[in-house]
């Protein structure tokens, strides 16, 4: 069974830093992981996803700011948000999916994803 166990969301300050991490279990690490988050009512955006090859991706507006990375050893997957705005206060969730067309950039797309994260809240305040 795979699972996916977050935390580290929180409340902070407009300009502070939050490290999200995402604990994978029975999952054989291959297509593309990542991080995604949703407004209520909204559609699904892809954050930062990183593929089997460790090519990474993110979106326009987190780019310079949150860095995605993993430690095998640990089985775990993060997320370094740093310069938070207003705008990023939202739910993020983590993902993985074996599915994988060839390239990060294909790896944003929230669709494609079988393996979800709780959720975790994250709230920057002006």
């Known amino acids: 069974q795979v699972q996916l166990v977050e935390s580290g969301g929180g409340a902070v300050q407009s300009g502070g830093s939050l490290r999200l991490s995402c604990a994978v279990s029975?999952?054989?690490?291959?297509?593309?992981m990542g991080w995604f988050r949703q407004a209520p009512g909204k559609e699904s955006e892809g954050v930062a996803v990183?593929?089997?090859?460790?090519?990474?991706s993110y979106a326009d507006s987190v780019k310079g700011r949150f860095t995605i990375s993993q430690d095998d050893a640990k089985n775990t997957m993060y997320l370094q948000m740093n310069s938070l705005k207003p705008e990023d206060t939202v739910m993020y969730y983590c993902?993985?999916?074996?599915?994988?067309?060839?390239?990060?950039?294909?790896?944003?797309?929230?669709?494609?994803?079988?393996?979800w994260g709780q959720g975790n809240q994250v709230t920057v305040s002006s």
């Open positions: 990183i593929d089997s090859d460790g090519g990474t």
């Open positions: 029975g999952y054989t690490y291959s297509g593309c």
């Open positions: 993902a993985a999916t074996r599915k994988y067309y060839g390239g990060a950039y294909y790896c944003l797309s929230p669709n494609q994803y079988n393996y």
